[in-house]
């Protein structure tokens, strides 16, 4: 189980690295709305040819809203944020909360329950996180204000893909989870093509470099990392997946360090080392149980 741990992980801060990389080739929601797409249909041709079981058509709303609020309306609602002028580091500090309120909306609507340890691991991976992003906070601050409006686009950002998140521990959980990805990437690429009509996008630049990032992001993230999260969501509590996620910025950042020679402070190596332990703390306990 910790192999998957860290594999998810490491996909998913890719993500963030994948995010900077289609800057000026694909506009970010045609990126994810092809994505969605191609995703939805990989999981349905791997249903279709395996003959998975799909849901009943009563319980459809319940993977297609799964799916629009882990995906579609997280990103979309994140995107649309930073292209609102949003700093970066706002964003992942916003983020930093989603373990909390992920914990929170478990227990009051499923009932999990998590550990006096494992809550305070996650507080300290969530400090870690803050000091990873403190230096990008700081430069980010002095840009100016932002909107009201931008700030609750961040927030709803993230309170959709917490939603999202809990929404998958639910009854959806005992569903094929071939033909329930199918269904989720498919409803979320409605959404991002909704986000793609609201703000006009049409970035596509056909070259190399853009195939080989729409094939990691159909492939890996999608076919990886989100039907990983998803699997994990199955086996696990919500609150430890969600706190095990805290260490994908900081990775993303040492990634960042190496692929694009961004700098990384000491404030930002003692964050990482911190999460670390926050992550470690959280985990021990869950180990035992």
């Not at 045609?30 to 791997?46: D, N, P």
């Not at 395996?50 to 799964?66: C, G, V």
């Not at 803050?130 to 002095?142: E, I, K, R, T």
Request: charged share 10%.
């Amino acid at each position: 189980m910790a192999f998957l741990y860290v594999l998810l992980v490491v996909i998913w801060s890719t993500g963030f690295i994948t995010g900077k990389l289609i800057v000026g080739l694909i506009d970010p929601n045609v990126y994810l709305g092809i994505r969605f797409f191609c995703a939805g249909l990989l999981f349905l041709a791997i249903a279709l040819v395996q003959r998975r079981h799909f849901p009943k058509w009563k319980e459809l709303p319940k993977h297609i809203i799964a799916g629009m609020l882990m995906n579609g309306f997280y990103l979309g609602f994140a995107y649309v944020a930073i292209a609102k002028g949003l700093p970066a580091g706002i964003m992942a500090l916003i983020g930093a909360l989603q373990p909390a309120l992920v914990t929170l909306l478990a227990f009051l609507i499923i009932k999990e329950k998590t550990s006096l340890k494992g809550i305070v691991g996650m507080l300290i991976g969530m400090v870690g996180l803050m000091l990873v992003v403190s230096p990008a906070l700081g430069l980010d601050m002095n840009h100016g204000g932002v909107s009201l409006f931008t700030f609750a686009l961040a927030c709803s950002a993230i309170f959709a893909l917490s939603l999202g998140v809990t929404y998958q521990k639910m009854s959806i959980s005992s569903s094929d989870i071939f033909s329930s990805m199918a269904i989720q990437n498919l409803a979320a690429s409605v959404v991002s093509f909704g986000f793609v009509l609201i703000l006009g996008e049409s970035l596509f630049r056909v070259q190399l470099e853009s195939v080989l990032l729409m094939f990691w992001g159909v492939i890996v993230l999608s076919g990886g990392g989100v039907f990983l999260m998803v699997w994990l969501l199955r086996k696990v509590k919500a609150s430890q997946v969600s706190t095990v996620l805290l260490l994908a910025p900081p990775l993303a950042a040492i990634e960042s360090y190496f692929l694009f020679t961004e700098s990384m402070t000491t404030i930002q190596i003692v964050g990482f080392v911190v999460t670390i332990t926050g992550v470690y703390l959280s985990r021990t306990k869950a180990n035992k149980e």
